[in-house]
């Protein structure tokens, strides 16, 4: 019977030769004699083994391409749903942006975001952004700080307590912009970012 090349390779580390019938020539007692018996049947349980492993190793490698596959796939699905959501976003005409517990924008807006503001709101707090005074800073900062759950805001819901900062923001050129909130809440329900929607008045 012909080995398979990880058996015969066991062999010549062990006994420096893979030639089994060269072993049992060579055991001169009867312990030898009888440990090398079942030698060949000890050989055939391990190759079993071996083969059991390799078997397992391939359906994992073609599991793991199948799984690595289908996430190539949905990455690319997700990154044409990205420039889709763009692109929308692009024509809305609404400056649309995204801020969290902290108060900076994150990397998600509307190009009318660089048009009404002058750059891009990204890492940006969201009151530099919309040019806030320091006294309409510190109530935008308490109320967002309600809305996330930081303070004990009893009963208000998110409408209620947004609904107390300014709306109506004058720009350094003369403009004035409106700015309404949208609340973005995880499957749980749990407030994770807020929308922020900035149009200019006509």
């Not at 490698?61 to 997700?78: G, K």
């Not at 809305?92 to 750059?119: E, H, I, K, V």
């Not at 530099?128 to 303070?151: I, K, P, Q, S, T």
Request: charged letters at 25%; proline letters at 3%.
């Amino acid at each position: 019977m012909t080995r398979s090349r990880k058996i015969r390779r066991q062999l010549r580390r062990a006994f420096d030769t893979e030639d089994v019938g060269l072993l049992k020539r060579l055991g001169s007692n009867h312990a030898a004699d009888v440990l090398l018996t079942g030698f060949d049947h000890f050989l055939d349980q391990v190759e079993a083994s071996y083969a059991q492993s390799d078997e397992k190793l391939k359906l994992a490698a073609r599991n793991l391409q199948i799984s690595s596959d289908e996430l190539t796939e949905a990455n690319r699905e997700l990154e044409a749903l990205n420039a889709a959501m763009r692109s929308m976003l692009g024509g809305l005409g609404q400056a649309l942006m995204l801020f969290g517990r902290d108060g900076l924008c994150g990397d998600t807006y509307s190009s009318a975001c660089l048009d009404l503001f002058g750059r891009s709101p990204a890492g940006r707090p969201i009151f530099d952004v919309l040019g806030l005074r320091e006294d309409a800073r510190l109530l935008f900062r308490a109320a967002v700080d309600l809305a996330f759950g930081d303070r004990d805001g009893g009963t208000a819901t998110f409408e209620e307590v947004m609904a107390t900062v300014p709306r109506w923001v004058a720009q350094p050129d003369g403009r004035v912009v409106g700015v309404s909130y949208r609340p973005i809440r995880d499957h749980a329900g749990r407030l994770i970012s807020i929308l922020a929607i900035a149009t200019v008045r006509p």
